[in-house]
């Protein structure tokens, strides 16, 4: 699995933001996000040139599903299939099967990536399924974003005020190293962030809360 949790009471808010549906979810953005969008460029002299912008999530749904419906769904906010609440019993489910099986997935047999997210996105919304929604810190891409490390506390915050605690990290493709994580003192450390990596790490800066030799 490449989603850890820092606190598991995001399962409970996954279920209690059901309350009025039957399933749960968070989307992939957040003020500090990375665009997901692709820019094409080359430089003539030394000058930038822009060629052109592709959104990768909405070039997915049109070679799957036809402009009509990338056009309808295509620039929504993106949900997240990575981690997600959904009821047994739910409609959601039926749905999402039967949007796959409605999508052209013979174009993506060698990439694949994404093709059941896109696929439930447009089944929740072409069908307007009710559904709950519970913030990044739920979900946390830190690919998109480093998390703030807190060295006192040895917990990963959201990096925007009031830098809540982050309850989830998902990994999205598994990365876990390279991670250059802002900390309150204004420095920096390079993490892991694989769970048994980041709990060395807590464990070293809650031993030595003065001196925090690793940040930079």
């Known amino acids: 699995a ?3 949790f820092q606190d598991p009471t ?3 808010d996954y279920v ?4 009025q549906s039957d399933a749960t979810f968070s989307f992939e953005s957040h003020p500090m996000y990375r665009s997901n969008q692709k820019i094409r460029h ?30 309808e769904v295509g620039y929504r906010q993106v949900l997240n299939s990575g981690v997600f609440y959904i009821a047994s019993g739910s409609e959601v489910w ?7 099986e409605l999508a052209d997935l013979k174009r993506h047999y060698k990439s694949t990536q994404i093709s059941d997210q896109t696929c439930l996105q447009v089944a929740l919304i072409r069908r ?4 709950g929604i519970v913030p990044a810190t739920h979900n946390w891409l830190p690919g998109r974003a480093a998390p703030l490390f807190d060295t006192a506390t040895g917990t990963l915050l959201d990096p925007m005020f009031p830098n809540a605690p982050i309850k989830a990290i998902h990994l999205v493709n598994f990365r876990s190293t390279g991670f250059r994580l802002p ?4 420095n920096h450390i390079e993490a892991d962030l694989s ?22």
């Open 42 to 71: 080359f430089r003539i002299f030394g000058r930038p040139i822009i060629k052109g912008v592709k959104d990768y999530f909405f070039q997915k749904m049109l070679r799957m599903f036809g402009p009509e419906v990338a056009v």
């Open 195 to 216: 769970w048994g990596a980041f709990q060395s790490l807590r464990a070293e800066f809650l031993e030595n809360p003065q001196t925090n030799a690793r940040a930079s």
């Open 16 to 19: 209690a933001a059901a309350a």
């Open 2 to 4: 490449d989603v850890w």
């Open 10 to 12: 995001a399962l409970d």
């Open 183 to 186: 900390t309150r003192e204004g």
């Open 94 to 100: 039926s749905a999402w099967q039967q949007t796959i």
């Open 128 to 131: 307007q399924l009710p559904h």
